[in-house]
């Protein structure tokens, strides 16, 4: 035992030094530093994909990807109900979040007219809805009251974590291969691996 006790050592201190949260919520910050990654992804480089490779005009971005904030706002109620329902909880919303988030990414990646371009968009806004509420109702069933605060400041680490890796790795692929629909293929997949670790 003594050959393991120098990394075990470094462990034991980082874990005393963790806040005290449940199993539970740290799977669910490790599945949200999946889904910002693949954020993290498109954030920069859809703009500039659909204007420049896919010759869309700006506006016609501009009203598609506004759209997100259309079916966001009816997401929004829609989670409400769905995460004090029987049939879907806390889980199944979070589930079908990722599964919606992941096919308005997959859209995107073939979105080669305006309809499929907003199509996606809207996918993409009604899934990342579904995220939020569920996501912060699992975070405050799970942690005890004095530890909230904690909790919420892992998950928004998670986020901007995750946005920053996925720009980061995303701006070097595209500097070497350059094919933009890698980027929505990548953030599709990146959701639905979310589905599985919190499944």
Known sequence: MENFYPLSQPLQQLRAWLPPLKREVWILSLGQLLLFIGQG???????????????FSPTQV?????????SGLLGRFFAGNAINSPRLGRR???LLSAVIAAGGSLLLAFANTFVLLVAGNLLLGLGISLYWPATLTVTTDLTDTQHLTEAMAVARLADHLGLGVGALIAGQYIAAAGSYPVLFI?????YLIFGGVIG
């Open 41 to 55: 992804f498109t954030l920069v480089y859809a703009s500039i994909y659909f204007v420049n490779e896919l010759g």
């Open 62 to 70: 501009g009203l598609a990807q506004g759209s997100i904030g259309v």
């Open 92 to 94: 199944g919303t979070l």
């Open 186 to 190: 990548g953030k599709g997949l990146l």
